[in-house]
C-alpha cells in the first residue's frame, strides 16, 4: 500500500504540473522513499504499540524540520542545525543521520538534474535506513512484545496499575 500510495502522489505531482527531468526516476524514488517510511513506522508501532507510535511521529516530524525540508537547514532553529546529518564533507552524502535527507536530495536529482553519482549515492543512503526497521520488525519483534508481556504481567501483579 506504501508504494501505491507513493505512485498515486507522484502522478498527481506530474499532473499537477511538477517539471521534472525523469518521470520513471521520480516515481520510483517517491515509492521508495514511501516503503521506507512505511518500514520504519510499521516496525515501530508493530514491535513497541503505542511507545512506537509516538516514537514514529517524533521521528517523522524531526524529520521534515530536520533536514531542509521546509526550509533551507540555516533557515532553521539551531536545534533542527544541531540533528542535520552530522557528518562531515563527503561522508554527509553517504551516512546521513535522517533518511528524509537523502530521500529529498534524491528526488532533487530526479526533478532538476543529476550531478556525478549523487542520485546513485541518495538512493544507497536512503536504502541503509532499512535495515534497522527490518532488524526490529523481522528480527526482534517477537522478543520485544514477549518482554513487554513479561513487563506487563509483572507490574499487574503489584497492583500499582489498574
Same mark, same amino acid.
Given at each position: 500500500?506504501?508504494?501505491?500510495?507513493?505512485?498515486?502522489?507522484?502522478?498527481?505531482?506530474?499532473?499537477?504540473?511538477?517539471?521534472?527531468?525523469?518521470?520513471?526516476?521520480?516515481?520510483?524514488?517517491?515509492?521508495?522513499?514511501?516503503?521506507?517510511?512505511?518500514?520504519?513506522?510499521?516496525?515501530?508501532?508493530?514491535?513497541?504499540?503505542?511507545?512506537?507510535?509516538?516514537?514514529?511521529?517524533?521521528?517523522?516530524?524531526?524529520?521534515?524540520?530536520?533536514?531542509?525540508?521546509?526550509?533551507?537547514?540555516?533557515?532553521?532553529? $539551531?536545534?533542527?542545525?544541531?540533528?542535520?546529518?552530522?557528518?562531515?564533507?563527503?561522508?554527509?552524502?553517504?551516512?546521513?543521520?535522517?533518511?528524509?535527507?537523502?530521500?529529498?536530495?534524491?528526488?532533487?536529482?530526479?526533478?532538476?538534474?543529476?550531478?556525478?553519482?549523487?542520485?546513485?549515492?541518495?538512493?544507497?543512503?536512503?536504502?541503509?535506513?532499512?535495515?534497522?526497521?527490518?532488524?526490529?520488525?523481522?528480527?526482534?519483534?517477537?522478543?520485544?512484545?514477549?518482554? $513487554?508481556?513479561?513487563?506487563?504481567? $509483572?507490574?499487574?501483579?503489584?497492583?500499582?496499575?489498574?
Amino acid at each position: 500500500l506504501a508504494v501505491l500510495q507513493g505512485l498515486v502522489i507522484g502522478v498527481g505531482d506530474i499532473i499537477m504540473g511538477v517539471q521534472v527531468v525523469n518521470y520513471p526516476l521520480f516515481l520510483l524514488t517517491i515509492m521508495l522513499t514511501s516503503l521506507v517510511f512505511m518500514l520504519i513506522v510499521y516496525s515501530l508501532t508493530i514491535s513497541f504499540g503505542k511507545v512506537g507510535e509516538a516514537t514514529a511521529v517524533v521521528i517523522m516530524v524531526l524529520q521534515v524540520a530536520g533536514s531542509g525540508g521546509t526550509f533551507p537547514i540555516q533557515l532553521t532553529p $539551531k536545534f533542527f542545525q544541531i540533528i542535520n546529518p552530522l557528518l562531515p564533507g563527503f561522508f554527509q552524502k553517504l551516512q546521513p543521520i535522517m533518511p528524509f535527507y537523502p530521500a529529498m536530495n534524491a528526488l532533487r536529482e530526479t526533478i532538476g538534474g543529476f550531478y556525478g553519482n549523487n542520485y546513485i549515492m541518495y538512493i544507497g543512503a536512503l536504502l541503509l535506513h532499512t535495515i534497522i526497521p527490518l532488524l526490529i520488525g523481522l528480527v526482534f519483534r517477537r522478543p520485544i512484545i514477549r518482554f $513487554k508481556q513479561e513487563l506487563s504481567e $509483572k507490574l499487574e501483579e503489584t497492583d500499582l496499575i489498574v
